[in-house]
């Protein structure tokens, strides 16, 4: 299985860094970590270079509406930047839940002190808050009782801590992984003034068309409508 280190020192090699029986030096590899997690870290905003969206499970509790959501959080795990969806289990019963936005949740007037099961869901990502990097969920209802709550998220791909942990991504990440990285690097080592070669550019480019092709999905149709249902937006999954 790959590292990166492998990853590193392969993509030293694509963009001409280093030759190809040669080492890179100690400072080089940990310079090149830190641009791998940095292209890491800029891939996962965009959706379609993400391998999957993650479902997870927490408890909530009765009478509490707010939870923390983020590393060392009430719910301790990565932060995700959206929850696409979300159900709360009941025994052997799930009820779907409807996401809404910030906006919507701040409409429900009685927010603060209606208490039933949870059939809507917001959260706030709380993007200026470095400090900590949690966002907030807020349920409505206020849970009546203990619930389990299941959300499908949109996460950042993990960054690598180390140079030698085995990289648990799909193989077709590896290309991509390479020739970007190698892209990156590129004018670090050569300069602003010369030019990227073609070959270089090209696999860059097909490997990362390859990712989006693999982890793309059908978009659905999503309209406001009025209905006398709810608030809540029209779903074309659903019909309502």
Request: hydrophobic share 35%; charged share 20%; aromatic share 12%.
């Amino acid at each position: 299985m790959s590292t990166p280190n492998d990853i590193i020192i392969e993509a030293m090699r694509q963009c001409g860094a280093v030759a190809i029986d040669e080492a890179p030096s100690a400072s080089e590899i940990n310079s090149g970590l830190f641009s791998l997690n940095a292209m890491l870290g800029s891939w996962s905003a965009q959706s379609t270079l993400v391998r999957g969206n993650i479902f997870e499970t927490f408890p909530i509790t009765s009478n509490i509406y707010t939870y923390t959501i983020g590393v060392g959080a009430t719910f301790n795990t990565s932060k995700p930047f959206e929850i696409l969806s979300a159900n709360v289990q009941d025994g052997d019963v799930n009820y779907q839940m409807d996401v809404i936005d910030m906006q919507t949740y701040y409409g429900l007037m009685d927010r603060e002190f209606s208490v039933d099961r949870p059939c809507y869901l917001a959260y706030d990502p709380t993007p200026a808050q470095q400090v900590n990097n949690r966002g907030t969920i807020y349920l409505y209802y206020i849970p009546d009782k203990a619930y389990t709550l299941t959300i499908e998220s949109h996460k950042p791909l993990t960054s690598f801590s180390t140079l030698y942990e085995d990289i648990t991504l799909e193989p077709h990440y590896m290309r991509a992984l390479v020739f970007n990285l190698a892209l990156e690097l590129f004018y670090k080592y050569h300069g602003i003034e010369t030019q990227v070669p073609a070959l270089l550019m090209k696999n860059a480019e097909d490997s990362l068309s390859v990712l989006r092709q693999n982890n793309s999905s059908k978009h659905l149709c999503r309209v406001d409508i009025v209905s006398s249902r709810s608030t809540r937006q029209y779903d074309y999954r659903i019909g309502y």
